[in-house]
């Protein structure tokens, strides 16, 4: 794939018909449950081989674990999460790796296998594409407002439902269209993975601020303060590619900056396909899967926010 894309994960090419794509991703704790952050962890670290159009195989655990502060029965919960994602996707666990830290940390390496011909990059959107986006945004403010102990209980069941839910049968769907571009949102936020893929090239993007889904709750959260400071250091990086048109709250910008942990699939499309495939992600449980914009043809490498 090289190196100018900045995309989702490696690909090797072992045939003509065969080639092995390659990912890894671990983090610390973001909710309590240490068998939902099992969850959560794994079903992160397999999307990028759903983002790029393949299907992961094998995983890897990768642990750190600070043995004697934590109760092993913690470990053991989290693993248990992390084994019952990956066999929800048909993913074999085949080992790992574990060392002693003073911070938990749980995630996995991932091996998915795709025709080489079929590989989908985070570059390559074409003017005229509509943008889907398949989850909604805004995971990274509400687990700040769990750390912070005002998120209620309903908040927290579905912002962990959201994030245990695999990328897999969206990008099943996807395969069956012809996507010209997809990446996974996960820790630049909405904005800066969109800036990703329109870096370097020579299209730039128009996004509809009252189509963008967010999770019930942010906007509010946002308003107290729960923004994580990774959002203003994604906002400050790439900032210079924004045109936000005067009626837009700048709070919105701050939450589509959002680091968003296991965050769903954003894909552009040729308008004729659009509504097909929405339509197809709705028919397959892809419900929160929706237009958020379109590519346009200039000014190159720019995100309107209208």
Known sequence: MGLKGADDAGVYRVSDELAIIQTVDF??????????????????ALSDIYAM???PKTALNLVAFPSGQMEIAVLSAVLAGGLETMLRANVAL????????????YGLSVTGFIHPDRIVQNTGLRAGDRLILTKPIGTGIINTAIKGGIASSETIALVT?????LNRDAAQVMSRYPVSA????TGFGLLGHLAEMITATKVGVRLDAKAIPLIPGTRGFAKQGFIPGGAFNNKAFRSPQLHVEDHIDSLLVDILFDPQTSGGL???IAKEYSDDL???????????????????????ARIEIR
């Open 53 to 55: 159009g393949g299907m």
């Open 266 to 268: 954003l894909m552009g």
């Open 182 to 185: 997809c990446t996974d949102i």
């Open 278 to 300: 929405i339509r197809d992600f709705h028919q397959n449980g892809v419900n929160a899967a929706t237009i958020v914009g379109e590519v346009i043809e200039a000014p190159a």
């Open 27 to 44: 983090f610390t704790p973001i909710v309590d449950d240490p068998f939902a952050f099992g969850q959560i962890a794994a079903a992160n």
């Open 161 to 165: 439902r959201l994030m245990t839910a």
């Open 94 to 105: 085949i080992g790992g790796h574990s060392v002693q830290d003073r911070e938990m940390k």
